[in-house]
Nanobody, 116 residues
């Protein structure tokens, strides 16, 4: 239903910054939440950040104060600004849109690698 395409990943030094983008094929303003998840090899997928319809945001404790989730409804794009990156942030980052409790869409993922 909803196509999501992530971009902006890459290789950065510890302490550096990246901005991830997620372009959606449809309006994102009606989604209950837009989310960023990440998954490192051998580990569980974890929720990194959430933005709700009213614009409220939630962050995992591990990224609080360093990452910022935002959206541009006109451009139909979700963003994740990542500052003060740490090697522990290395993972594939996935964009997710939840239309309801039971319907959601996923992007293909973008690799973020932070060197020590």
């Amino acid at each position: 239903q909803v196509q999501l395409v992530e971009s902006g990943g890459g290789l950065v030094q510890a302490g550096g910054s990246l901005r991830l983008s997620c372009a959606a094929s449809v309006s994102i303003s009606s989604m209950n939440t837009m989310n960023w998840y990440r998954q490192a090899p051998g580990l569980q997928r974890e929720l990194v950040a959430t933005i709700a319809r009213d614009g409220s945001t939630t962050y995992a404790d591990s990224v609080k104060g360093r990452f910022t989730i935002s959206r541009d409804n006109v451009k139909k794009t979700l963003y994740l600004q990542m500052n003060s990156l740490k090697p522990e942030d290395t993972a594939v980052y996935y964009c997710n849109a939840k239309r309801s409790l039971f319907i959601d869409s996923w992007g293909q993922g973008t690799q973020v690698t932070v060197s020590s």
